[in-house]
């Protein structure tokens, strides 16, 4: 007799505890040992929106808006606007995430709903869902990692006797899933097929990325703070491809190996919520796909990394709608090494052999010395994970100016030259042409 096939809910169940016993580990304790700390977790609504998002298919947390309001606006004022919700939910309910805060409002799942609800009053500058990013998928190839033929394609030989990995003046945010940054062991609760059930799990730092290297690590997803997990891979994995140990006859190579590199946790791994649903009395498993990276706490990282020195913020990040959170804190980001550039920015022809040419996706001559027209000419600059920023010839030949062998000290580009010349020999020549018409055309009879 054929033996009846399983469920989809039994597969994926299965898949579930399989990973489990490869994840996690139950280290034997000694008689007498004191049990490891238990673990902080994210409250446990939030868990249940990830599961749920997760379960539903959706881009966004439900019930989850991101409101920011206009500048000047009274908690008064600020009151008034979230009276237009159905729920009328309290100010003091509000979780502020720098300049956006955060509305939950469990009684209406529909998050454009409720957006649509807020944006339409005169205090909100605006209000979307709070989103959800996911990294990239890494492909299963077994020789994807060990082989690393990316950096022999780049040529990054060359690069490196150019500049040899960058210095430890730079320092990469690397704002993803996290890397690990303590060698701990921490109680969770989880489910084990039939019973929620505590276990140890052990995380350990990457012995190829020294811990000296690793600064300012911070968590926006879980109530770890300055402690940062790793317990999804794909962020240590995106650090190791910035700045791997080097030259070290260990493992692989990193491109940027003497760049510090900052931890910024923003996205929960399918485990960061299946602990927390656990810890919360939730019997079961949560979808295989939960977690995932809200765009207030991308937003929160990305103002992190600016604010504590980063000249590198790495996003392997994607999703399907545009998020106006995380354009603000893009604007924010940008703005910050405008008041250090004139003193530290070097002309595009030495950016090969600068470290700082790396913090920037676009340049400009605008505050070198060798520029004293104000105009500014952008330049397209290669990634900066490299530690490099490109060679001249990676910049768009439009973009660079063309200066003439003029005898003024001041340097006048050839084609607004050009240009003047051709707007006065058009000038000339467009009165000619009128005065032939006019020559040319038949004059009316008086009768």
Sequence with gaps: MPARPRSVRTRAAIVILVLGAVVISRPPRLAGQPAPPPMDVMPAARAAAFADAAARGLDYLPGEVVVRFRDGVT??????????????????????????????????????????QLASQPEVLYAEPNYLRHHDSTPNDTGFGPRQWNLQALDMPKAWDINPGATANIIVAIVDTGITTVNTTMTVATWNGAAIQNIGVTYATNPDLAASRLVSPMDFVTNMGTIVLDSEGHGTHVSSTVGE?????????????????????????????????????????????????????????????????????????????????????????????RRTRRASTAPWRSAPRTAQGTARITRTRAATSRSPRPEATRATATPAAAGTSGSPRSVRRSAIPRWSSSRDSTPTPRS?????????????????????????RPRRSSN
Aim: net charge positive; aromatic share 6%; hydrophobic share 35%.
């Design 245 to 337: 140990d080097t030259n070290n006859a260990l493992l692989d190579a990193g491109i940027a190996y003497n760049a510090r590199i900052m931890p910024v946790k923003v996205c929960s791994s399918y485990w960061d919520v299946q602990f927390a649903f656990s810890a919360a009395g939730g019997r079961g498993f949560v979808p295989a796909t939960s977690g995932g990276c809200p765009t207030t706490a991308v937003g929160q990282g990305i103002r992190y990394a600016a604010d504590n020195g980063a000249k590198v913020i790495n996003l392997s990040l994607g999703g399907s709608s545009p998020s106006t959170t995380e354009q603000d804190a893009i604007t924010y980001c940008r703005t910050i090494p």
């Design 75 to 116: 908690p008064d004022r600020q009151q008034r606007a979230l009276d237009a919700v159905r729920s009328r939910p309290s100010i003091d309910a509000l979780e502020w995430a720098g300049e956006v805060a955060i509305l939950r409002d469990p009684s209406q799942p529909h998050a454009h709903i409720l957006a649509d």
């Design 416 to 440: 607004a030259t050009r240009g003047r010349r051709w707007r006065r020999r058009t000038s000339r020549g467009s009165r000619r042409s009128s005065r032939r018409r006019a020559s040319r």
